[in-house]
């Protein structure tokens, strides 16, 4: 008797207040929701705009004029075409992304994993490049690159994206393998299995978050990294889209052409989106593997 | 194939599967954790490491593994000396505490994991994989995830994946302390159950006394890095060769009262107790510890030799009385009534006790025999 009382007591206040905080934080939820989503629906919306409409102010931000698919007409007849440097861009984004989770995996695992000199010196050298902000570099990169016959080259700019994203990956890698319990590495030592085959057959499956998460951050940042793409490639045919966009923005007697550059906004998009939708539940159990015990 | 089978083709097929250390020492850095162990373990015997927390018996059981390295001495297991030998060579198998199972493989490749990475057949990997799962009432969990599987589920996993590999040795490392008191109890009469059955060499790690009683056929009781005394458990808990192994080993604990040899007998506090007579020359100078089990204790009468007793609580259990309380110099006394009322805190009882029951111990703690 006593115990229903109470509960019921407590229960229907409780019952109530929920209600009024769903409303609110649902109410909060959508209007942040509309702040990131307003952007990227306007650019959208801009590109199916003629070009005339695009250069006017933006609103209303939907085409008034009617539908047109000019603004892609100028981005294939720009350069190459807009699909050789979707192509360049998907080539150094998935290569970036490659070389980045195979050094990053097994630096991790060795970092993780295994005793030698000097190891807390070597992992704080590495995760210290971090703190060097890349555009101050930039210059010797590009000497380096030159003196390697890479200058202008996507295996060069691929170099220099896996660099630059290496500190961070490994620092992540190193997380995942130290939030597995050394007991299944000595289990499958037992079962006879080490080296690489442990990494390959029992650790590897249990760091896929961490892969994923890796792989999803260093493909964002390739594909999306302009200024090292800028500088270091000089022939048009080689430009990645970040790159192709500037030079595609310029339109007659100095205005610039936001149709075409919102369409290839539009088209930058669509695979970070794929990846995302896609990988979106290993991607947020990686960055929080090793958060909670 | 049934386990008489398995048994015969054991018998057949696999050497002597007994242990052997020789002068084990194992150093971190400076730190000696283990000095010169030396334990001689039979062919199919049952064998308990016990001791408290820091004592160095998981790091020995790991050095049997192969998972630790030697310092110094050598490990040799079924006549070979598997001292430098990988883990997996050594002809053992091992169950962690935590059960360290492959999160990401079901109940099957779990436990053959091992003979699949080996390059076995197909078929014989199921077929043993089977053999065990039957064995361990695990058929209908085959298909699952250990994260979907109970704490004793998971327990009988690693150990099928421990038998799966057909070992000489099994090696368990505190494999109950994670489980709840019932599920302890229960997979304590497993792993029993399946000794008898398998009849491999099997040495277990725990720290908790009543697992070492009932499962082992020697106890080998550690304290900081060595060997305080090996033997049966009822030469263990019995003829205890010092203090240590007398205190760590029943519950509730032994007790221990300070005495001495006066020209009347044995006397603690002042009272005369029956205990063992004087031998001259080696005990009747100076002081003694007086050790006696609490069950051991009984009610005298005020003419008998006793020691009186202040109560200061009784703890009912249903079937005995656990009656705790004071001697005159402050010791804490715990004797067992095994019928009628506890006798009120406060009063003054008198404690009597054959002289057989009696430990004595010098100084330093060793036995005086």
Excluded at chain 1, 6 to 11: L, M, P, Q, R, W
Excluded at chain 2, 54 to 63: A, E, F, H, I, Y
Excluded at chain 2, 174 to 199: W, Y
Aim: aromatic share 6%; glycine share 10%; proline share 6%.
């Amino acid at each position: 008797m006593t115990v229903s009382t109470i509960s019921g007591a407590v229960a229907s206040p409780r019952r109530r207040m929920p209600r009024r905080i769903d409303i609110m934080s649902h109410a909060a939820g959508i209007l942040v929701a509309l702040l990131f989503l307003a952007p990227i629906a306007w650019a959208v919306l801009a590109t199916f705009k003629s070009r005339s409409e695009a250069a006017q102010p933006p609103l209303p931000p939907w085409p008034t004029e009617g539908i047109s698919l000019d603004n892609f007409r100028t981005l294939e007849n720009f350069g190459a075409g807009i699909l050789h440097h979707t192509l360049n861009s998907l080539i150094v984004a998935i290569a970036t992304t490659a070389l980045t989770i195979l050094v990053s995996v097994l630096a991790g695992y060795g970092f993780s994993r295994y005793r030698f000199p000097l190891k807390g010196f070597f992992f704080v050298l590495v995760l210290a490049t971090m703190m060097v902000p890349f555009q101050s570099i930039l210059t010797p990169l590009f000497l380096i690159l030159a003196e390697l016959k890479l200058q202008n080259t996507l295996v060069g700019l691929v170099l220099i994206y896996v660099t630059l994203q290496l500190p961070f990956s490994v620092f992540m890698m190193r997380n995942a393998f130290d939030a597995v319990p050394p007991e299944i590495a000595e289990a499958a030592r037992i079962d006879g299995v080490t080296g690489l085959r442990l990494l390959i057959h029992v650790l590897g499956p249990l760091v896929m978050p961490g892969i994923v998460s890796v792989g999803l951050i260093a493909f964002l940042n390739a594909w999306n990294e302009f200024l090292a793409a800028l500088v270091l490639l000089t022939s048009q045919d080689n430009y990645t889209l970040p790159v192709l966009l500037t030079a595609v923005r310029a339109g007659h007697y100095g205005s610039i052409d936001w149709g075409a550059v919102q369409a290839g906004v539009t088209i930058m998009m669509i695979p970070c989106l794929i990846l995302f939708l896609a990988l979106q539940r290993h991607y947020i159990r990686g960055l929080t593997a090793g958060a909670v015990k | 194939m049934t386990s008489a089978a398995r048994a015969a083709s054991r018998g057949a097929t696999t050497p002597a599967s007994g242990v052997v250390l020789d002068r084990v020492t194992k150093r971190f850095g400076a730190v000696d954790v283990l000095r010169d162990i030396s334990l001689t373990i039979a062919d199919g015997e049952f064998i308990v490491f016990v001791g408290p927390s820091g004592c160095g018996k998981s790091t020995l059981l790991r050095m049997i593994a192969g998972l630790e390295e030697v310092s110094d001495g050598t490990i040799a297991i079924g006549g070979r000396d598997v001292t430098d030998a990988e883990p997996s060579e050594r002809g053992i198998a091992m169950v962690f505490q935590t059960y360290a199972l492959y999160p990401h493989l079901s109940v099957r490749d779990n436990m053959g994991f091992s003979l699949k990475m080996a390059g076995r057949p197909r078929a014989e990997v199921a077929a043993k994989v089977e053999a065990a799962a039957e064995l361990l009432h695990l058929i209908a969990l085959l298909d699952r995830r250990p994260a979907q599987l109970s704490g004793g589920q998971r327990q009988r996993v690693a150990i099928g994946r421990a038998i799966v590999r057909d070992p000489r040795v099994f090696l368990f490392d505190e494999p109950l302390s994670n489980l709840d008191a019932e599920l302890r109890i229960e997979m304590r009469i497993e792993i029993a159950k399946l000794h008898r059955r398998l009849g491999n060499t099997m040495i277990y790690v725990t720290h908790d006394q009543t697992e070492a009683m009932t499962l082992a056929d020697r106890i080998v009781v550690l304290r900081g890095g060595r060997i305080e005394q090996a033997g049966k458990p009822a030469d263990i808990f019995g003829d205890p060769d010092n203090l240590f192994v007398a205190g760590f080993i029943g519950s509730p604990k032994i007790n221990v009262l300070p005495g001495r040899f006066t020209t009347e007998g044995l006397e603690i506090d002042g009272s005369l107790l029956t205990g063992p007579d004087c031998i001259a020359g080696q005990r009747c100078d100076g002081a003694v510890s007086v050790a006696i089990r609490p069950h051991l204790l009984h009610l005298v009468g005020d003419s008998d030799p006793g020691i009186p007793v202040k109560i200061d609580f009784a703890e009912y259990l249903g079937d005995k009385t656990y009656v705790h309380g004071q001697s005159r110099s402050d010791h804490a006394v715990v004797t067992e009534i095994a019928s009628g009322p506890p006798p009120a805190p406060g009063s003054i009882i008198r404690l009597g006790s054959r002289p057989e029951d009696v430990l004595l111990f010098d100084g330093g703690g060793s036995r005086l025999r």
